[in-house]
């Protein structure tokens, strides 16, 4: 069956369902868990980047931009780094073996990457049901990752009582 499964995980509100889907396939299979997190400008809580162009004439601003910047990133890896430690705890806890790596860049990329540098027999994603325009212009890790993916991709949904609680919002 699946010996290495490989999750994709961001922290979305998504994040913890697609986590307990790989865990419970692990302990299923038997297999071994790998946890990524892409740092990535399109995720939630991303930090934005400073627009620069129009602050040349004020120099002292633009650095200033720039620090605060550089300090929402550190916080934005950081909290991915305790995410995947929170992670891991939970599967070493459940006997499960697990590691986790995070990386920068493009997320559909990389998980397929990945999966095929870790020798992945299953992709563990989560889908956050963007359509239409929003698709579009964000693209679509889900479906990237079906489309390239060196091996099979399992695809978590948000909970339909979720999207039910959301709406009621």
């Not at 400008?41 to 162009?53: F, I, K, N, T, V």
């Not at 006997?95 to 870790?118: H, K, M, W």
Request: hydrophobic share 40%.
């Amino acid at each position: 069956m699946f010996k290495k499964i490989l999750v994709g995980l961001d922290r979305s509100e998504i994040g913890q369902q697609v986590f307990q889907e790989a865990l419970d396939l692990a302990k299923l299979t038997q297999a071994s868990l790998m946890l990524l997190h892409v740092l990535s400008p399109e995720e939630e809580g991303s930090p934005y980047l400073p627009m620069l162009s129009n602050l040349d004439y004020y120099p002292g601003l633009s650095s200033q931009n720039f620090e605060l910047y550089e300090k929402q990133w550190d916080t934005f890896k950081n909290q991915g780094i305790q995410m995947l430690q929170s992670f891991c705890a939970q599967a070493n806890t459940a006997d499960v073996t697990t590691e986790f790596t995070q990386n920068i860049g493009n997320p559909g990329r990389i998980i397929c990457d990945l999966a095929s540098s870790y020798g992945a027999d299953l992709i563990v994603i989560g889908r956050r049901g963007h359509f239409g325009l929003m698709e579009l212009f964000l693209g679509s890790v889900s479906n990237y990752v079906l489309h390239h993916a060196p091996c099979s991709v399992h695809v978590v949904h948000l909970s339909v009582t979720h999207k039910t609680d959301e709406v009621v919002k």
